[in-house]
């Protein structure tokens, strides 16, 4: 019944801002795990960050430390993923997905282990 969707995509210019959201159904109760990963056409899928709810604990890519921030809105349902510094490199459909894991775990999760996607919302920087 988890149920994901992604939303704040859009297009920017180098040097930007967006953030996304990712709205997961029976939060927090049902997945305590959600990761952000993006896609460029012909490349591989790449780990952006995650983020563990329950105690906030959270872990980014090297190529988004210190532009990108997660944060949540437990009232809502809600993840955000908030974009700053946009490079044309970060150019993707960036996806939201969920698990259940404890903390440690959760931080080093990668695809394989996130059992419930979302749609994608899609992001496209110009210089």
């Known amino acids: 019944e988890v149920h994901l969707v992604e939303s704040g995509g859009g297009s920017m210019q180098a040097g930007g801002s967006l953030r996304l959201s990712c709205v997961v159904s029976g939060y927090p109760y049902n997945r305590n795990c959600v990761g952000w990963f993006r896609q460029a056409p012909g490349k591989w899928r790449e780990r952006v960050a995650r983020?563990?709810?329950?105690?906030?604990?959270?872990d980014y890519a090297n190529s988004v430390k210190g532009r990108f921030t997660l944060s949540q809105d437990n009232a809502k349902n809600t993840v955000y993923l908030q974009m700053n510094s946009l490079k044309p490199e970060d150019t993707a459909m960036y996806y939201c997905?969920?698990?259940?894991?404890?903390?440690?775990?959760?931080?080093?999760?990668?695809?394989?282990?996130?059992?419930?996607w979302g749609q994608g919302t899609q992001v496209t920087v110009s210089s």
């Open positions: 997905a969920a698990t259940s894991l404890p903390p440690y775990a959760c931080l080093q999760a990668d695809t394989d282990k996130f059992t419930y």
């Open positions: 983020i563990h709810v329950d105690v906030e604990d959270t």
